[in-house]
Antibody, heavy 113, light 107 residues
Framework: EVQLVQSGAEVKKPGATVKISCRVS????????IHWVQQAPGKGLEWMGH????????MYAGTFQGRITLTADTSINTAYMELSSLATEDTAIYYC??????WGQGTLVTVSA | DIQMTQSPSSLSASVGDRVTITCRAS??????LGWYQQKPGKAPKRLIY???NLQSEVPSRFSGSGSETEFTLTISSLQPEDFATYYC?????????FGQGTKVEIK
């Protein structure tokens, strides 16, 4: 069974950095790009970027450029999303996904002073 | 960036109704478009890929059409489990972009 299991909820202060993990089971992570999607409370979906775990190549949305780092550790079939300089507007659920069939359960990040 | 404009932003419909949602791209994207369904508190699920191909295990009442700048998602006979929010996603050009969503509510 394929599963993408994300790390748990986070509470951060403005200016901090958050790093979320996405552990893949049931397929080899190098076979698919891993995408990250942001969903603010009551809002729509926003594509943040993706990482090619096979070679580490990344693409980022301009909205997050300079603050986001996507990586993957193929030895443990896990992808990571790090977002820095957090602001209250970054309060959202963050999903990892292959955008074809498989999604993580989402990780709520709350940014509050 | 390519803007994806969905319409309507919400609609009310009854079980059995035919529902059509439109997504317009600000520039041509060939058929590089998917449709996603999201229910409250859940991750999205892809229904349609390459504009008109039904994802496996998705009911055949869902269909997609279109190319370049205009796309539609049609639900031929709305079922109770179809009340959800629907999004289009273009993956023709970086950054990939979602439409703003269409909420389908019960009339």
């Amino acid at each position: 069974e394929v599963q993408l299991v994300q790390s748990g909820a986070e509470v951060k202060k403005p200016g901090a950095t958050v790093k979320i993990s996405c552990r893949v089971s049931g397929f080899n992570i190098i076979d698919y790009y891993i995408h990250w999607v942001q969903q603010a409370p009551g809002k729509g979906l926003e594509w943040m970027g993706h990482v090619d775990p096979e070679n580490g190549e990344t693409m980022y949305a301009g909205t997050f450029q300079g603050r986001i780092t996507l990586t993957a550790d193929t030895s443990i079939n896990t992808a990571y999303m790090e977002l820095s300089s957090l602001a209250t507007e970054d309060t959202a659920i963050y999903y990892c996904a292959d955008l074809k069939r498989f999604w993580g359960q989402g990780t709520l990040v709350t940014v509050s002073a | 960036d390519i803007q994806m404009t969905q319409s309507p932003s919400s609609l009310s419909a009854s079980v059995g109704d035919r529902v059509t949602i439109t997504c317009r791209a600000s520039q041509g994207i060939r058929n590089d478009l998917g449709w996603y369904q999201q229910k409250p508190g859940k991750a999205p699920k892809r229904l349609i890929y390459a504009a008109s191909n039904l994802q496996s295990e998705v009911p055949s009442r869902f269909s997609g059409s279109g190319s370049e700048t205009e796309f539609t998602l049609t639900i031929s006979s709305l079922q109770p489990e179809d009340f959800a929010t629907y999004y289009c996603l273009q993956h023709s050009t970086y950054p990939w972009t979602f439409g703003q969503g269409t909420k389908v509510e019960i009339k």
